[in-house]
Nanobody, 124 residues
Framework: QVQLVESGGGLVQAGGSLRLSCAAS????????MGWFRQAPGKEREFVAG???????TYYADSVKGRFTISRDTKNTVYLQMNSLKPGDTAVYSC??????????????????WGQGTQVTVSS
C-alpha cells in the first residue's frame, strides 16, 4: 500500500508562486506514474499535470500550461511548481499514483493511490 502526503499549499496573491510536494511512503517510487489533480468548490475534480514513471514525459492541462511545472526526484517525491497563479487556480490539490508500470492518465479513476489534498487559495 502506497501512502501519499501533500504539502506546500497556502494563501498567495494573484501572480505569486507556490510549490507543492507529494511524498510517498515507499523508499523507491520510480515505477509509479504520478498525477496532480485539483477540485474547486462546486466543481468536479480535474487533471492538472502528470509525469511518467521515468520522469521523461510530462503532461499539463491547457489551463496551466506554461505556468505550472511537474517534476520528481529520484526517490519518493513529486513536485508541482505553480507560477503566475490566478484566482481561478484556487482549489484543493491532490497527488495520485497509478499502479507500477502504467503511463500517465488524464482520468482520476485510473489512479489507485491518493493523498489527502492540500488547499491552495489565490487572492485577487
Amino acid at each position: 500500500q502506497v501512502q501519499l502526503v501533500e504539502s506546500g499549499g497556502g494563501l498567495v496573491q494573484a501572480g505569486g508562486s507556490l510549490r507543492l510536494s507529494c511524498a510517498a511512503s515507499q523508499r523507491t517510487f520510480t515505477s509509479y506514474s504520478m498525477g496532480w489533480f485539483r477540485q474547486a468548490p462546486g466543481k468536479e475534480r480535474e487533471f492538472v499535470a502528470g509525469i511518467s514513471w521515468s520522469g521523461d514525459s510530462t503532461y499539463y492541462a491547457d489551463s496551466v500550461k506554461g505556468r505550472f511545472t511537474i517534476s520528481r526526484d529520484t526517490k519518493n517525491t513529486v513536485y508541482l511548481q505553480m507560477n503566475s497563479l490566478k484566482p481561478g487556480d484556487t482549489a484543493v490539490y491532490s497527488c495520485a499514483a497509478r499502479p507500477p508500470g502504467y503511463s500517465v492518465s488524464l482520468f482520476e479513476y485510473d489512479y489507485h493511490y491518493w493523498g489527502q489534498g492540500t488547499q491552495v487559495t489565490v487572492s485577487s
